[in-house]
C-alpha cells in the first residue's frame, strides 16, 4: 500500500525521532552509525539523509536493522544458558518502536516476553487496571484523584515493596484480556477471581487475599421460604442471572438445567430480580454471584444469600498478567510473601 504523502517538515520531525531511536540502540550494543550500515548492507550515507529527512526508510529496511540489533542485543543481555535470546524473544516491540518512529503504523500487535518488565524497569512505574467493585475497588469521585479500596490500598503496597510507582486505568471487564494482549497495562488488580477458563487471556500471582471465594445465590426473601441452598428451591421455576465474564458465568455453564439471563452490571441483575420478585409469581430470579460480593449485594439491597451444594468450588484473587512475563510475576511474588494478605472481607468492612 502506498504511503500517504507528507510534508518536508513533518519528514525532517519523524526521521530525526527514528535515527534517535537507532542511536539509543547502538548505545547498548556499542557499534557505531558505520558498523549498523554495514551489517545490513546500505551505505552509509543514507543514514545521514534519514537524520536530514531527505528520504525514508523502506519498511524492509526498518524490518532488516530490527533483525541485526537484535541479534547484536542478544549477545549483550543474554545469560547464559538460560536465557540465550532476550532481545530475539521481544523482536515484536524493538520493530514497532522503529516502524513508529520511521512514520509507518507499527503492524506487529503485542511485544515480545517481559516487556513489561522492562518498560517498569526503566520508568520505575507500572500501570494496572481495575473495574468497579465495591469496597475493593472504586473509581475516584474527581478527576486527578486515584481510586479507593482494599485491592487499590494492597496493590500500591506492592509496588512499593518493588520499589515503583502504581498508574491507574480504569478497563470494564470486558476489556481487560485485549488490554493485557496488547500491553495497554501491565497488569491486573489482585480482585479477579483465578478461574481455569482464564489461563488462555492471563497469568496469576500466588494469591493476594485470605478469603475464598465460592459460588453463591442471591434471593428474595419472599420467594426464598424455608430453602437453605439453591438446590432446595424447585428447579423448573429458578432462573439463574449472572454477569458475563465473571464467576457465575462458569457456574452457570455447570448449572446447563435451568433458564439463564445475563446482565452486564450486577445493578441491571438486582433490578431485574427485585422487579421480577414482585410482577411474576411463576419464576424464581436468583442471583449468582461471588461468596464475597453475594454478602455485600445481600446486605445492600436485603436479599437472602444461599449456598449452591451442586459446584464445590473455591478460588481466591490475584493479580493477573501477560502470560510471557514471567520476570514480573516473579518478583510479584515475592513481594506477596513480604506482606499480609488483604484479611478483611467486604462482608466485614
Not at 519523524?14 to 535515527?19: A, G, L, N, Y
Not at 468497579?132 to 474527581?142: F, G, L, R, Y
Not at 465460592?214 to 426473601?221: C, E, G, Q, T
Request: aromatic share 10%; charged share 30%; hydrophobic share 40%.
Amino acid at each position: 500500500m502506498a504511503r500517504s504523502k507528507r510534508s518536508r517538515s513533518e519528514d525532517t520531525s519523524s526521521q530525526s525521532i527514528f535515527v534517535k531511536v537507532v542511536e539509543k540502540y547502538l548505545v547498548e550494543a556499542g557499534w557505531t552509525k558505520q558498523q549498523l550500515m554495514a551489517e545490513i548492507k546500505v551505505g552509509e550515507t543514507q543514514f545521514y539523509r534519514w537524520a536530514r529527512g531527505d528520504n525514508v526508510p523502506k519498511k524492509a529496511i526498518v524490518s532488516r536493522i530490527a533483525v541485526i540489533l537484535a541479534r547484536r542485543l542478544d549477545e549483550i543481555r543474554q545469560q547464559l544458558p538460560h536465557d540465550p535470546f532476550p532481545a530475539s524473544d521481544e523482536i515484536d516491540g524493538i520493530l514497532n518502536e522503529l516502524l513508529e518512529a520511521a512514520g509507518y503504523r507499527a503492524f506487529v500487535r503485542g511485544k515480545g516476553a517481559d516487556s513489561s518488565w522492562y518498560e517498569i524497569a526503566k520508568k520505575e512505574a507500572w500501570t494496572l487496571g481495575y473495574t468497579s467493585v465495591p469496597k475493593w475497588s472504586e473509581p475516584p469521585n474527581k478527576d486527578g484523584a486515584k481510586p479507593t479500596g482494599l485491592v487499590i490500598e494492597y496493590a500500591e503496597r506492592i509496588g512499593r515493596l518493588l520499589g515503583i510507582h502504581t498508574n491507574w486505568k480504569y478497563l470494564d471487564y470486558d476489556q481487560m484480556p485485549l488490554a493485557i494482549q496488547e500491553r495497554q497495562v501491565d497488569g491486573i488488580a489482585p480482585f479477579i477471581l483465578v478461574l481455569p477458563g482464564r489461563f488462555f487471556s492471563f497469568r496469576f500471582s500466588e494469591r493476594c487475599s485470605e478469603d475464598s471465594f465460592r459460588l453463591a445465590a442471591l434471593i428474595s426473601p419472599d420467594h426464598a421460604g424455608s430453602a437453605t441452598c439453591l438446590e432446595d428451591l424447585p428447579s423448573k421455576s429458578i432462573q439463574l442471572l449472572y454477569l458475563e465474564g465473571e464467576l457465575a458465568e462458569w457456574g452457570v455453564a455447570v448449572l446447563d438445567s435451568y433458564e439463564k439471563k445475563s446482565f452486564e452490571d450486577d445493578k441491571q441483575a438486582i433490578s431485574y430480580l427485585l422487579a421480577t420478585a414482585k410482577q411474576d409469581k411463576d419464576i424464581i430470579p436468583v442471583f449468582l454471584v461471588d461468596s464475597v460480593t453475594g454478602h455485600f449485594l445481600a446486605s445492600e439491597n436485603k436479599l437472602k444469600i444461599m449456598n449452591v451444594e451442586t459446584i464445590d468450588l473455591e478460588t481466591y484473587s490475584a493479580f493477573a498478567f501477560h502470560p510471557d512475563e514471567e520476570k514480573l510475576i516473579t518478583a510479584v511474588n515475592s513481594a506477596i510473601k513480604l506482606t499480609p494478605r488483604i484479611i478483611k472481607s467486604v462482608a466485614e468492612k
